[in-house]
């Protein structure tokens, strides 16, 4: 089955700097590569996603990037604010019949932005 | 706006006791899942179901089943639940890919 590797575990940077944070997947078959925001006490939420036809989305001060021939990918954030203190996830995943998509998630991040 | 609701937030159960985890979407998603959260370990996948009364094995199914009868509703079950159960457990339901998780339920076995 794929599997997921997520680094750092723990990021630690102050307000303004840039945070990134990389993930390896193994099936080269997985074709949908979404991140999750979990700020404390909160549900996991979608904030960026990337499908296996491009190299690179932007929204805003997050973009994603995705390698398929080295089967990784990374969440970049500029400008870091307080705010975007949480635990962030990887995931990969294939699209399977009926449009199912089963993710195995990265092991998670803790991101700190320090005022 | 996608909704998932869990049965409960936090829940304190014995060793030994049936345990009933239930999730409802609003979104009419063929897709759900079950999942556990533990600190270090990420997301780990129970159970899923892509269908009404179907249902596949995630990555650490031991020790629990899954019940899908209407769509909109996936439950969990914990037959005689023990200590190592203790943890968060979420909810999703999933279009193209994209999870919308419920807001967890904290289940601490005594």
């Known amino acids: 089955g794929e599997n997921v590797e997520q680094h750092p575990s723990t990021l630690s940077v102050q307000e303004g700097d840039s945070a990134v944070i990389k993930c390896t997947y193994s099936d080269s078959a997985s074709n949908y590569f979404p991140w999750y925001k979990q700020e404390l006490g909160k549900r996991p939420q979608l904030i960026i996603d990337i499908r296996s036809n491009v190299g690179e989305k932007k929204d805003q001060r997050i973009a994603v990037t995705l390698n398929k021939t080295a089967k990784h990918f990374s969440l970049h954030i500029t400008e870091t604010q307080p705010e975007d203190s949480a635990v962030y996830f990887c995931a990969a995943s294939m699209g399977g019949a009926g449009g199912s998509y089963i993710p195995t998630f990265g092991r998670g991040t803790s991101l700190i932005v320090h005022p | 706006d996608v909704k998932v609701t869990q049965s409960s937030r936090y829940l304190v159960k014995r060793t030994g006791e049936k345990v009933f985890l239930e999730c409802v979407q609003d979104m009419d998603h063929e897709n759900m899942f079950w999942y556990r959260q533990d600190p270090g370990l990420g997301l780990r996948l129970i159970y899923f179901s892509y269908d009404v009364k179907m249902k596949e094995k995630g990555d650490i199914p031991e020790g629990y089943s899954v019940s899908r009868e209407k769509k909109e509703r996936f439950s969990l079950i914990l037959e005689s639940a023990s200590t190592n159960q203790t943890s968060m457990y979420l909810c999703?339901?999933?279009?193209?890919?994209?999870?919308?998780f419920g807001p967890g339920t904290r289940l601490t076995v005594t």
């Open positions: 999703a339901s999933s279009l193209r890919g994209e999870q919308y």
